[in-house]
Every structure is written in structure tokens, then in C-alpha cells.
């Protein structure tokens, strides 16, 4: 049996005719920038995450360079960044100007290192750091990271483009953060129909930063405090995410309940099922496993044949790519990041995955590593 490693077509039973009804309404009252619908999905999500302050953008990626220039962080900054991450983390600390100090990966929970956060704080006076919650919870060490950062004056900002419906300590892992941000790119938890994001924040002159950048640096139809971009959510893809929050909470239980049955199904296996660290609630964004490097390559190539689809969530240490020559400032690194890559392997996962799929997939993993 075929399992896709990701497939977004799984709609509720009328979804679909709710969307087509919303893009025919919102067509003919040609409602496609700000409007209603933008304004509902903030308000929606500053209620569900528990946070003051939901500002919408045009993607994840954005998002991040929204909350670094709010935060005044540009050229001669250095910010921190995980090694392990998505590229646009890496990515947006360069496009504000700023110099970026890789930190090390903690192999147990996916998140940074913290004795390297504490080396890179006492050796290259960040100005700001972006931690990034991986695979559907955060680090085991966030409150501590939280408070070094605190402590040190170093603005934290939290990357939370994959971890929407992530509890911590019982409230939602955006609440108490300095300001962290998400994205809607559709295979995220939370998806729209194409593009956008969000930046949350408690402290209203973020907020109002952040929103004034994401419209050119505007205060009157005419008038500009300040250079921003264009970065506007389209209301269209406000909409799509408004209707997919009448769904949310069904498709989290689908996505923690695959997760957790592909964990208690491979123990005992030579293979590692990453566990979801204490004090969280994961959202099942992805499966994350670690075996050696030949076993993943054998397994990988069984799961190939057999039309079962797989990730690398990451491949590869962002240090190491070809586009981050020139731009590293440092690395601070006990070495950990690069195997941690070359030993991760993510079976399918996304909402509504079937008994049988998921039968499927462990059955030949079973039979490759057993
Ligand atoms: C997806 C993702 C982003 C970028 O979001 P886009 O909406 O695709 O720009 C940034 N960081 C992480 C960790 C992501 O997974």
C-alpha cells in the first residue's frame, strides 16, 4: 500500500463547498486585502494562543524579518540562530543585515543546545537570538532559555512556524514569549490556501512596529514613519484559515494520535522515535526518528520501493550549506549538529491518516529493521 509522506487533499465532509462559497462571495465583493476576514483570524488567534497581539503577513519568512527589525535588530547585529532549522530562520537574520552565530542542536529534543546559547552570549553580545520549536513542541529548556534571555538582555524571538496547537506547562507555547511568529504555508499544522503568516506578541509597540512595517512603514494612507514592505495577508487566504480553525482541534487529535502510535509501534527497534519533552502537549506536526546512517539509508531505500513516502527534517546543518558561506559569523558548536542530521529520518504524517496507512508503514519498517 502506498502512503504519501504528506497528503493535504484530506478535507472535511462540506469544506471545500464552504471555501468555494467564500471565494465566490468575496469575489464578487471584491474583498481581497485587510477587511473582515484578516481582522476575524487575528482575533481568533490572540484568543486561542493566549496572546495581546496577532499581527498577519504575507508568509513565515516574512514573519521573521517583520519581528527582527520590529525588535531593532539590523546591520552590526548579531543574533543567534539554531543550526537545525528551516533555511528562512538562517535567512531573515541576513536580510535585516544582521550577522548570524550558529548554535548547536540538543539531539534530545530537536531545539538548541543550552550551554551553547550561554557560550555564545558570553563570546559575541547578541543583540538577539531566534529559537525555533521543531516537529510539534519546544525545547525541554525553554524556560531556562527564555530566562538567560531575559537575564542577559538579549531579545529572544521564537520561530513558531511549526508548532501551532503546541501546549507548554498547560498554556499555549506563543503566550509567553517575547514575540514569536507562524506561518500558514499549507503543510504547516495550521495552513492556508497558499501563503501567509503571523507575528504574536504581548508588548504593544511591537505590535504596533510590526504592523506598520508590514505596510510600507504607513501611519496614513500617505504618510510613512518609516521603510517597511508590503507583507499583507491576502483575504482570501484569511479566510481559508478561518474556516480550517472550525477543524483545528479534530485534525491536532488526528496528528497526536498517529504520532503516538507510530512511537509506541517501534519500540524495541534499532531506531530512535523522538519523544515529546516534558511539560508539553505536542501538535503532531511530523513523526521525527533517528538511526544510524546505514540503517536510515537501507530503510529509506525499502520504504522507496515499496511507495511509502519519508523526509529529512533537516538534512543538513544550515552552517554547512553553500549559501551561508560569507554570512556566518561564528559557530558555536559541540559537534552535534551534523550527525544529528545525517540520522534523521520522518515517516507520514498529517490529519486523517488511515489505520491501514499507518498498518502499512510500520509493517515495512518493521520488516527492514527487525
Ligand atoms: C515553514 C517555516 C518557515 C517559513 O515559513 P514560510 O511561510 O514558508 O515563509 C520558517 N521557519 C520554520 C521553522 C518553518 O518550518
Known amino acids: 500500500m502506498a502512503v504519501p509522506f504528506v497528503d493535504l487533499k484530506r478535507f472535511e465532509s462540506g469544506f471545500l463547498d464552504r471555501w468555494m462559497e467564500k471565494v465566490s462571495t468575496m ?81 534530545e529534543d530537536g531545539g538548541v543546545d543550552l ?41 529572544l524571538l521564537e520561530d513558531g512556524a511549526q508548532c501551532y496547537g503546541v501546549e507548554y506547562n498547560g498554556n499555549s507555547i506563543y503566550q509567553d514569549a517575547l514575540i514569536s511568529t507562524t506561518s500558514f504555508y499549507p503543510a504547516k499544522v495550521l495552513g492556508a490556501a497558499g501563503d501567509g503568516g503571523a507575528v504574536f ?10 504592523r506598520q512595517l508590514s505596510n510600507h512603514g504607513r501611519t496614513q494612507h500617505y504618510g510613512y514613519a518609516s521603510v517597511g514592505w508590503n507583507s499583507r495577508m491576502d483575504s482570501l487566504q484569511a479566510a481559508f484559515v478561518n474556516l480550517s480553525l472550525d477543524h483545528i482541534e479534530q485534525r491536532l487529535a488526528s496528528r497526536r ?29 511530523c513523526n521525527v526518528c533517528h538511526l544510524e546512517a546505514p540503517l536510515r ?3 529509506e531505500a525499502v520504504l522507496k520501493a515499496e511507495g511509502i ?14 549559501g551561508a558561506e560569507g554570512y556566518i559569523h561564528a559557530a558555536v558548536s559541540n559537534g552535534r549538529a551534523a550527525e544529528y542530521c545525517t540520522t534523521v ?5 498529517f490529519p486523517y491518516m488511515t489505520a491501514d496507512e499507518l498498518e502499512a508503514v510500520v509493517a515495512v519498517v518493521k520488516k527492514t529493521l527487525v
Open 27 to 107: 469575489s464578487s465583493t471584491a474583498s481581497f486585502i485587510g477587511g473582515s476576514e484578516v481582522a476575524k483570524l487575528e482575533v481568533a488567534l490572540c484568543e486561542r494562543l493566549r496572546v495581546a497581539y496577532t499581527v498577519s503577513c504575507a508568509n513565515g519568512t516574512d514573519a521573521l524579518q517583520l519581528a527582527l527589525r520590529a525588535m531593532g535588530v539590523g546591520a552590526g547585529d548579531v543574533v543567534l540562530v539554531p543550526d537545525v532549522t528551516f533555511w528562512a530562520t538562517f535567512e531573515a537574520v541576513v536580510n535585516v543585515g544582521a550577522s548570524p552565530v550558529t548554535l548547536d542542536v540538543d539531539p
Open 115 to 155: 550551554t551553547s546559547i550561554i557560550r555564545a552570549i558570553d563570546n559575541y553580545a547578541p543583540k538577539a537570538a531566534i529559537i525555533a520549536h521543531l516537529y510539534g513542541w519546544g525545547s525541554t529548556q525553554l524556560k531556562a532559555i527564555r530566562q538567560l534571555c531575559t537575564e542577559r538582555g538579549v531579545m
Open 201 to 210: 506578541t504581548n508588548n504593544p509597540d511591537l505590535a504596533d512596529r510590526v
Open 257 to 285: 494520535q498517529s504520532a503516538e502510535y507510530y512511537r509506541q509501534q517501534l519500540r524495541g527497534l534499532p531506531l530512535r522515535v523522538m519523544d515529546v519533552p516534558e511539560g508539553y502537549v505536542e501538535n503532531g506536526y
Open 297 to 299: 539509508a537501507m530503510l
Open 309 to 322: 513516502g519519508f523526509g529529512n527534517i533537516y538534512p543538513g546543518a544550515l552552517s554547512a550549506q553553500p
Open 345 to 349: 529520518l520522518n515517516l507520514p504524517l
